[in-house]
Nanobody, 117 residues
Framework: QVQLVESGGGLVQPGGSLRLSCAAS????????MEWYRQTPGNQRELVAT???????NYADSVKGRFTISRDSAKNTMYLQMNSLEPEDTAVYYC???????????WGQGTQVTVSS
């Protein structure tokens, strides 16, 4: 069983930076992708960034050039470096791991990011 724990959220001023971490415990068998989502009240979760098992990355248009997704396989940890943060980036951020021969999604509990002056 894979468990994911996010950390690194908090309050930051517009233009500031934060780095989110997603630490995975347990064995991840047949990794397909690791992803960051975000969600604001009353809205569906939005895909922010993806890193594939081969290391390829994709980003939502709203964060391109500002956010960077990465992972440290040795530490079983994924990161989201967020720069030039805007109030519109305020949300609960969730990490997800897609893995398994029979594909299964594993979710973290979420971490709050608030961008405000």
């Amino acid at each position: 069983q894979v468990q994911l724990v996010e950390s690194g959220g908090g309050l930051v001023q517009p233009g500031g930076s934060l780095r989110l971490s997603c630490a995975a415990s347990g064995s991840i068998f047949r990794l397909h992708a690791m992803e960051w989502y975000r969600q604001t009240p009353g809205n569906q979760r939005e895909l922010v960034a993806t890193i594939s098992s081969g290391g390829g990355t994709n980003y939502a248009d709203s964060v391109k050039g500002r956010f960077t997704i990465s992972r440290d396989s040795a530490k079983n940890t994924m990161y989201l470096q967020m720069n030039s943060l805007e109030p519109e980036d305020t949300a609960v951020y969730y990490c997800k791991v897609v893995a398994g021969v029979i594909i299964h999604d594993y979710w973290g509990q979420g971490t709050q990011v608030t961008v405000s002056s």
